[in-house]
Every structure is written in C-alpha cells, then in structure tokens.
C-alpha cells in the first residue's frame, strides 16, 4: 500500500505544471509549434493566457490596465509567430537562444493609465507572496505617457512598462501578486498563478 501511495504522489509531482520550469526540446518545439499555429490570431487572443487584468478594472479587455507574464514558453512563441508572420524560418536554436538568453529572469510587460503625462515616474514595483517582497533588478518605466482619448474618459495617459525580477527568488507553487504605486500615488495589483500558465 506504501508503494502504490509513493508511486501516486510521485506521478502528481511530475504532473504539475510551473510557468518557469526547465525548458527542454519538446517544450521549445510546443512554444514555437504554438507560436505558428496562432500566428494570424489578434494578439490579444495570442497571448490571453499570459494576461492578468488589473484587480479593480470593470472591464476586462484592452481599455483596462493590465499585465503579461513573460514566461520562456510565451518568449519562444512570440517569437516563432513574429517569424512567421515576416515569413521568415523558424529553428530550434532560435528557441535555445531565447531560453539562454532569459534565464533566471521572470518578466512582465504592464500597460497603465493615469491622468497626467508623468504619472508613471518614481514608480515603486514589487512582486508579493504572502509576506514575501520581490524587487525587481530592473525597471523600464517611460519618463512621459503618450496621451490617448481611446481607453478611457477619465484616463488621458498610457504608458507600457517592463519589470525584471530573478526568477530563484520566486516561489512557483504560490500565486503572486505584481504591486506597483505610480508616482500619483495610485495602487495597481495584478494577481497571477503561475500553475495556470505554460
């Protein structure tokens, strides 16, 4: 009984998933297989499974703030559907190349809104688990927001941002929050189980 209990709880283990977990052959081959079979998909549908929306936004779609998870999966199909769509070959070591040269880091590319041009500056960014606080090793936040009238009434600016974090410093098995007070003062909170995603 021992045995077959042992023998349960190890196949579990080999079943679960992590957004960050070696990337071997097959899952380069998956990522770019994926990355051309959704090559002519809006990018919006592309890349929904890697999206989390603002927890506050009544809308969830484009005109609310929202933020990507970078896996190395979603990293290779990108890239294989930017290839494709240029009509360009798309190898192997083209997804070799993309996991070497994202190793060890978890990215997020966030979209936000506010109403002045430079809401975004003095940004303070971090990844929580529980009690557990991430900084990111590096922040790419515009000085100035471009000014647009297509999201929202209250909003006149956007700007698009990319967070940097050491992937070591994370716990897979625990869902995350990425937290980041913009220079207006305003909390925006994006909340991601990494389980749920490739």
């Not at 993309?98 to 041009?117: H, K, M, P, Q, W």
Request: glycine share 6%.
């Amino acid at each position: 009984m021992r045995l077959i209990l042992t023998v349960i709880f190890f196949l579990m283990l080999g079943d679960k998933v992590y957004a960050i977990s070696p990337t071997t052959i097959d899952v380069i081959k998956e990522a770019q297989y994926y990355g051309q079979m959704h090559m002519h998909s809006q990018l919006n549908d592309f890349l929904r499974p890697w999206i989390s929306y603002e927890e506050k936004a009544d809308r969830l779609n484009e005109t609310a703030e929202h933020a990507y998870l970078y896996t190395p999966f979603l990293l290779i199909a990108t890239d294989a559907r930017e290839k494709g769509l240029n009509g360009q070959k798309i190898e192997l070591l083209d997804g070799k190349r993309i996991v070497n040269d994202y190793a060890g880091t978890l990215s997020f590319s966030v979209v936000l809104f506010g109403t002045e041009s430079e809401f975004g500056r003095n940004a303070t960014v971090m990844l929580k688990q529980g009690e557990k606080v991430i900084t990111p090793y590096q922040v790419a936040i515009p000085l100035n927001a471009e000014k647009t009238t297509r999201y929202s009434k209250k909003s006149a600016y956007k700007i698009q941002c990319y967070f940097y974090f050491f992937d070591k410093k994370v716990d897979f098995d625990k869902p995350m929050i990425l937290s980041i007070v913009t220079g207006d003062k305003k909390e925006h909170h994006f909340y991601f189980v990494t389980t749920n995603v490739k």
